[in-house]
Every structure is written in C-alpha cells, then in structure tokens.
Nanobody, 123 residues
Framework: QVQLVESGGGLVQSGGSLRLSCAAS????????MAWFRQDPGKERQFVAA????????YYADSVKGRFTISRDNAKNTMYLQMNSLKPEDTAVYYC????????????????WGQGTQVTVSS
C-alpha cells in the first residue's frame, strides 16, 4: 500500500499563493487516481480536485476552478496543488488521497490518506 505525506501549508494573505505537495512512498502513485480534499473543524471533508493516473485529465470543485491547479509527477512519486488567488474561505486542513478504483468526489471512495496540512488565509 501507499503512504502519503503532505507539505507546503502555512499562513498567507488573501490573494496570495501556496503550493502543496503530497509525497508518496511504499508504492508508485502511477497506480492510483489522486485527489485533494479539505476540511474545516466540525465540517465534512470536501472534495477539491482530482487527477487521473496519467495526469492528463483533471477535475475541480466549482469553488476552486480557475484558481487551483492539480498536477502530478509520477517519476518523483509526488502530487501537487498550486493554489492562487487564495480567499479566507479556503482556510482548512488539506488532505491528499489515493484510490485504485475510479475518480470520485466522495471521500469514502479513497482508501489512502495523508495526515493533512493546515492552510490559513488571512483577510
């Protein structure tokens, strides 16, 4: 199975940018569809973006479309989330996830999860 570790979170002002990374070990990520989710305290984990195994098809939540870009480098066993034009409502813990099934926006469809990285956007 694969282990996932997120990094790159932090505090940024509204309108700023951050780049999250998700480093995998144990198995190559080329076997998995990869995704990012985020969660506010007391709220359900929400889908942000997903990318297919080859990296050439992506899917985004409406709330981040045009601002966030998901990508992957299978050779480096790493996935990324470039976040631009950040807003205070983007504040959350961001999780990377992997599934060996099909692309889904449902967190229940993802078997493997990282520990999360906090993103805080100040107004």
């Amino acid at each position: 199975q694969v282990q996932l570790v997120e990094s790159g979170g932090g505090l940024v002002q509204s309108g700023g940018s951050l780049r999250l990374s998700c480093a995998a070990s144990g198995r190559t990520i080329s076997a998995y569809i990869m995704a990012w989710f985020r969660q506010d305290p007391g709220k359900e984990r929400q889908f942000v973006a997903a990318v297919v195994r080859s990296g050439d098809v992506t899917y985004y939540a409406d709330s981040v479309k045009g601002r966030f870009t998901i990508s992957r480098d299978n050779a480096k066993n790493t996935m990324y989330l470039q976040m631009n034009s950040l807003k205070p409502e983007d504040t959350a813990v961001y999780y990377c996830a992997a599934t060996d099934y099909v692309l889904s926006i449902k967190n229940s469809q993802y078997r493997y999860w990282g520990q999360g990285t906090q993103v805080t956007v100040s107004s």
